[in-house]
Structures are given as structure tokens and as C-alpha cells.
T-cell receptor, first 115, second 109 residues
Framework: NAGVMQNPRHLVRRRGQEARLRCSPMKGHSHVYWYRQLPEEGLKFMVYLQKENIIDESGMPKERFSAEFPKEGPSILRIQQVVRGDSAAYFC?????????????FGDGTRLSIL | DAKTTQPNSMESNEEEPVHLPCNHSTISGTDYIHWYRQLPSQGPEYVIH???SNVNNRMASLAIAEDRKSSTLILHRATLRDAAVYYCTPPNTGNQFYFGTGTSLTVIP
């Protein structure tokens, strides 16, 4: 029974390139959340998606960042024209329903390094 | 949005009980209190959650104050594998969890 799968685990990009982070939720989960964790800090919410819909993107930077969760396939977090400050661990979580009190199940993250 | 206060760090001897406190004085009446933990280089792991009554599962127990302004996560017998950062987090609106800096638990052999 696979948990939340994120890939790649590590991603290195040069400034100005694009980064694509993938997340496959747990089986039966249709709600996906993305969080970012800077070194020595707690996780910060970025975006909440349900299949084909963005429900809450209040934590997403206004520029360069986008997220999608298509009907088929994984959720994608896309960062265009990456900068050094984008270096962080990006975690995806999923839940079965969208009620606020449902536990979220997390993947092991993608560690993004910008050269 | 509800915010939490936790001690930055705690220590425990192996095989002894650990009580991890959390203050969440601004929690709303219908929000569950969730606890997660994060081991190095891993994503957060769900531990337990509850509303008003004390809760038990295979990992831990959760004691919730009667006024719900605080709670305590109880690990009955700490092991070296329990060394992690523990977060208590009520959900905010929009289903997002607020993760502060948590409590870093060190387990001493």
C-alpha cells in the first residue's frame, strides 16, 4: 500500500532553469497539498488542489510558481526561472477528503538545490 | 488562524515516558488538534489527532485540556527512533496546516 510518492528526491537546477516536482497521492486520495520547508524552518503551506481544481493558493508566490493536479497523473509543482532563494525541501501531502480535520499524509519531499 | 507555542527542545532517557506540551489558545471550537513528527530528511509523519477527549493509538496518547487551550502528546516509552521534531498543529482555514518550529526531541540511550 504505497504512500505519497514524490519524485525526484533531489533536483539540481541552475539559475533561470525550470524545476518540475511530481507528487502521486495515496491511493483513494483526491486532495493534494504542497508545502515548502526552508533550512531550519517549519513547513509553510503553498497550495491545495483537488482533481483539476486549485482550491487554495494563498501560500504560492505570485510569480514563477504554478501547480496542477490533472484528472490523470500526478500533481505537478512547477517553478520557472529558478533563483537561489527557491532552494528548499518541497513536500506534498494528500488526504482522502477535504474536510479540515482530516490527517494529511506526507511524502518524503523533493530537495531542490539551485546552483 | 490558530497558532501554537511549543518548547524548542526536550530531552528524554530511552524507555522513559515523554510529555510534549503545546499551547493553542486561539483554536476554534470545532478544530481538531493534530500532532505530526518529522525525522531527519523525511516528510512529516502523522501521529495522532483529537477534539476534546483524550485519544490513544499505537504510537502515542493525546491529552487535551478541558478548555482546549493546550494539549500534551505522550510517548509512553521513548525509543531512539522517536528522536524527531514534533509539531502540534490545528488546521487553518483552507485545509492547510500551520507548522511552527516544533519541539526537537532528543532521546538519550
Amino acid at each position: 500500500n504505497a504512500g505519497v510518492m514524490q519524485n525526484p528526491r533531489h533536483l539540481v537546477r541552475r539559475r533561470g532553469q525550470e524545476a518540475r516536482l511530481r507528487c502521486s497521492p495515496m491511493k483513494g486520495h483526491s486532495h493534494v497539498y504542497w508545502y515548502r520547508q526552508l533550512p531550519e524552518e517549519g513547513l509553510k503551506f503553498m497550495v491545495y488542489l483537488q482533481k483539476e481544481n486549485i482550491i487554495d493558493e494563498s501560500g504560492m508566490p505570485k510569480e514563477r510558481f504554478s501547480a496542477e493536479f490533472p484528472k490523470e497523473g500526478p500533481s505537478i509543482l512547477r517553478i520557472q526561472q529558478v533563483v537561489r532563494g527557491d532552494s528548499a525541501a518541497y513536500f506534498c501531502a494528500s488526504s482522502r477528503t477535504g474536510t479540515p480535520n482530516q490527517p494529511q499524509h506526507f511524502g518524503d519531499g523533493t530537495r531542490l538545490s539551485i546552483l | 488562524d490558530a497558532k501554537t507555542t511549543q518548547p524548542n527542545s526536550m530531552e528524554s532517557n530511552e524507555e522513559e515516558p515523554v510529555h510534549l506540551p503545546c499551547n493553542h489558545s486561539t483554536i476554534s471550537g470545532t478544530d481538531y488538534i493534530h500532532w505530526y513528527r518529522q525525522l531527519p530528511s523525511q516528510g512529516p509523519e502523522y501521529v495522532i489527532h483529537g477534539l476534546t477527549s483524550n485519544v490513544n493509538n499505537r504510537m502515542a496518547s493525546l491529552a487535551i485540556a478541558e478548555d482546549r487551550k493546550s494539549s500534551t502528546l505522550i510517548l509512553h516509552r521513548a525509543t531512539l527512533r522517536d528522536a524527531a521534531v514534533y509539531y502540534c498543529t490545528p488546521p487553518n482555514t483552507g485545509n492547510q496546516f500551520y507548522f511552527g518550529t516544533g519541539t526537537s526531541l532528543t532521546v538519550i540511550p
